[in-house]
Nanobody
Framework: QVQLVESGGGLVQAGVTLRLSCAASGTIFTMVGMGWYRQAPGKQRELVASLTSGGTTNYAETVKGRFTISRDNALRTVYLQMNSLKPEDTAVYYC????????????????WGQGTQVTVSS
């Protein structure tokens, strides 16, 4: 099993900065990638940013230039630095991690955190 614990959400005003953290624990042989998704009320969950084990990043167009995803491999933690927050960034943010429990190709996992609320007021 893999557990993801997110932290760093909150209620902030537009224009400020927040940093989300997601720490992974459990049986992890190798991590393929980690990412952040968000879901606003009445909307589908969408990718915000992702980071592969090789260092490739991918961002939603709406956050490019404002958000930065990074990781600490030793801590098995991924971060999302969110600058210049806007009211439309309001959502529950979920951490996602994909990898393998062991060297077996049948041991793949796709884990999700419980979500952290980010609310941006205008």
């Amino acid at each position: 099993q893999v557990q993801l614990v997110e932290s760093g959400g909150g209620l902030v005003q537009a224009g400020v900065t927040l940093r989300l953290s997601c720490a992974a624990s459990g049986t992890i042989f190798t991590m393929v990638g980690m990412g952040w998704y968000r879901q606003a009320p009445g909307k589908q969950r969408e990718l915000v940013a992702s980071l592969t084990s090789g260092g490739t990043t991918n961002y939603a167009e709406t956050v490019k230039g404002r958000f930065t995803i990074s990781r600490d491999n030793a801590l098995r933690t991924v971060y999302l630095q969110m600058n210049s927050l806007k009211p439309e960034d309001t959502a529950v943010y979920y951490c996602n991690a994909r990898g393998y429990h062991s060297s077996s190709t049948f041991s793949a996992f796709d884990a999700w955190g419980q979500g952290t609320q980010v609310t941006v007021s205008s």
